[in-house]
């Protein structure tokens, strides 16, 4: 059974960091491609960023890019979402997700098992 758990959100002020981990616990973690999500109140679920396998390819949502980065440690079997330059836009619950297929994607219907999610909070 694959189970995902983020911390390290927060309340934080413009222009801060935070940076976001999600554990996985289930076998063969590494041969899942990871995604970030997040879900403002009263708005849709939106992609933010995904990694793949190997963690060599990454893709990121236009209104993060360069500002955000994703990675993992396939030993720890962990995903990290560093987040610079923080904006009271990104102000949202951030939940990573588990792809068993090969490939990663920007569509969370893809994405096979989900984390409870971690509050980001950003103050103008």
């Known amino acids: 059974q694959v189970q995902l758990v983020e911390s390290g959100g927060g309340l934080v002020q413009t222009g801060d960091s935070l940076r976001l981990s999600c554990a996985f616990s289930?076998?063969?973690?590494?041969?899942?491609?990871i995604g970030w999500f997040r879900q403002a109140p009263g708005k849709e679920r939106d992609f933010v960023a995904a990694?793949?396998?190997?963690?060599?390819?990454?893709n990121y949502a236009d209104s993060v890019k360069g500002r955000f980065t994703i990675s993992r440690d396939n030993a720890k079997n962990m995903v990290y979402l560093q987040m610079n330059s923080l904006k009271p836009e990104d102000t949202a619950v951030y939940s990573c997700a588990a792809k068993r297929s090969v490939g990663y994607s920007t569509y969370f219907s893809n994405y096979d098992y989900w984390g409870q999610g971690t509050q980001v909070t950003v103050s103008s």
């Open positions: 990694i793949s396998r190997s963690g060599v390819g990454t």
């Open positions: 289930g076998r063969n973690f590494s041969t899942f491609a």
